[in-house]
């Protein structure tokens, strides 16, 4: 990950672009189905949050948080 760096769960992750490198860079070695980088091919912010967070189901890590809570920057909901 080369952008800026994350100091909050609201406004710095609201593009999904460091979601997107942290859940490749936490997948176990081997783990699959692999966790992609593909959500960054996406332009709309809400599409790219939705495809984040398919990868992160991936690694059963999708419980309750929606791509409108990625996008609007819920602080409370990104944490968990």
């Known amino acids: 990950y080369q952008g800026a760096e994350?100091?909050?769960f609201s406004n710095d992750?609201?593009?999904?672009?460091?979601y997107t490198y942290l859940l490749k860079q936490i997948q176990p070695n081997g783990y699959q189905?692999?966790?992609t980088l593909s959500?960054?091919?996406?332009?709309?912010d809400l599409?790219?949050?939705e495809r984040m967070l398919h990868e992160a189901e991936k690694l059963k890590a999708r419980d309750?948080?929606?791509p409108n809570d990625v996008v609007t920057g819920n602080q409370k909901l990104n944490m968990a």
Do not use: C, G, Q, Y
């Open 6 to 8: 994350i100091r909050n």
């Open 13 to 18: 992750i609201k593009d999904s672009i460091a």
């Open 33 to 35: 189905p692999s966790v």
């Open 39 to 44: 959500p960054l091919s996406e332009t709309d």
């Open 47 to 49: 599409r790219r949050a």
């Open 64 to 66: 309750f948080v929606t």
